[in-house]
């Protein structure tokens, strides 16, 4: 009777206290985090130097430096977007290297002084390159854990940063056949990175190339509010990637226009047969129009699950007549914005740049983008 007795006073007197207690309720009704406040509009990659570049020592150190951060930051962009390659940040035996992490320590350090929020992207993986036909990340145990283990790292050595200020971005344009791959491993990475960091603002794209026709089939974590959601955008391909080397529609060197029809059919037609077919597979007509129609996927699962949107690339080489380049970032300027879309654009001083491969200022652009001139 004396046992029943206290136990019946324990339990009321639990259940009070949970009844009672704001805080204690919440959380026996949640294990839900709370949201960082993590504000973003526009900002600008920062290619070419620790991702896809052989500069080392000096060169390397001299490419990007504080006077550039604050640069940016007085032109109007809230934030950059650095990209890190595993070659560049560790030796072939898994070891950090030193000097490296020290160049990308110093700059979040000079975003923080200049008040530009950060998104540090893991680009290319010796696993994975998105343009390379093998890709043993998708088939490797070994290289999946390496992997996780670049996140341990980067997670250990940028945790100090604060929440509000830093986000990391778990891979860069995942190209798998089966879109299941590349769920499964965000699962596992961003269990990787919560482990360390429950809070850390994490940004996850589609599969094939951060495609916005893919995102339907990205598995978003549940309840987890610190998710961003990206994609990349650089259609039509045939003005973006005009004469780009590294495409299947290089050799195509005739006219190019937007908006409207980007290659007219006399173009092609006495072109030789595989550059025309090449030409003919991609997006011949596109306008304002077809850019908001081909957000529509993002926004919808961003909707559903009630994260931000961003779009991490966007941009046009400079090959592609001015007038044509220049209305087309106007218009995805428009219809990001229009759509609460924060977004970086490709690039600062590579070859879609705002500033030229003669480290000329493209002013024209630059009022296009953050409505300034510098």
């Known amino acids: 009777m004396v046992a029943k007795l206290l136990f019946s006073i324990l339990f009321f007197t639990g259940l ?41 020592g000096t060169e390397r150190k001299e490419y990007f430096t504080k006077k550039d951060v604050a640069y940016l930051a007085g032109l109007g962009f809230d934030h950059l977007r650095i990209p890190v390659d595993e070659e560049q940040l560790w030796t072939a035996d898994g070891k950090k290297d030193q000097e490296a992490f020290g160049l990308l320590h110093q700059a979040l350090e000079w975003c923080q002084q200049n008040k530009l929020k950060a998104i540090v992207d893991l680009h290319i993986l010796r696993s994975h390159h998105f343009n390379e036909k093998e890709k043993p990340l998708w088939t490797q145990p070994a290289a999946q854990e390496r992997f996780f283990q670049c996140w341990r790292d980067l997670s250990a050595e940028l945790k100090k940063y604060p929440a509000t200020s830093l986000a990391y971005e778990l891979m860069n344009e995942p190209v798998a056949d089966d879109p299941e791959d590349w769920n499964k491993l965000v699962e596992k990475a961003v269990a990787v990175v919560r482990a360390q960091e429950p809070e850390r603002k994490i940004v996850i794209g589609s599969n094939r190339w951060q495609s916005a026709d893919t995102f339907d089939q990205l598995r978003v974590p549940s309840n987890d509010p610190n998710i961003i959601l990206s994609f990349h955008m650089y259609e039509p391909f045939l003005l973006t990637h005009h004469q780009a080397s590294w495409t299947d529609i290089k050799a195509y060197k005739g006219p190019v226009n937007y908006p409207g029809q980007i290659v007219k059919k006399e173009d092609i037609k006495n072109l030789p047969e595989p550059v025309a077919k090449a030409v003919s597979s991609k997006k011949l007509y596109y306008t304002k129009e077809d850019i908001e129609a081909h957000f529509q996927k993002p926004l919808a699962v961003a909707k559903k699950y009630n994260l931000p949107l961003y779009c991490g690339e966007w941009g046009c080489l400079a090959t592609v007549p001015e007038k044509a380049r220049l209305q087309w970032y106007t218009d995805m300027k428009s219809v990001l914005e229009k759509h609460n879309i924060a977004w970086a654009t490709w690039d600062y001083k590579g070859s879609f740049g705002i500033v030229d491969q003669k480290q000329t200022e493209q002013k024209e652009m630059i009022r296009i983008l953050v409505g300034t001139q510098k």
């Open 16 to 56: 009070f206290f949970v009844q009672g207690n704001p805080a204690a309720m919440a959380q026996t009704q949640s294990s839900k985090p709370a949201a960082i406040d993590f504000p973003i509009k526009r900002g600008i990659n920062i290619s070419h130097w620790l991702s896809q570049s052989t500069k080392r």
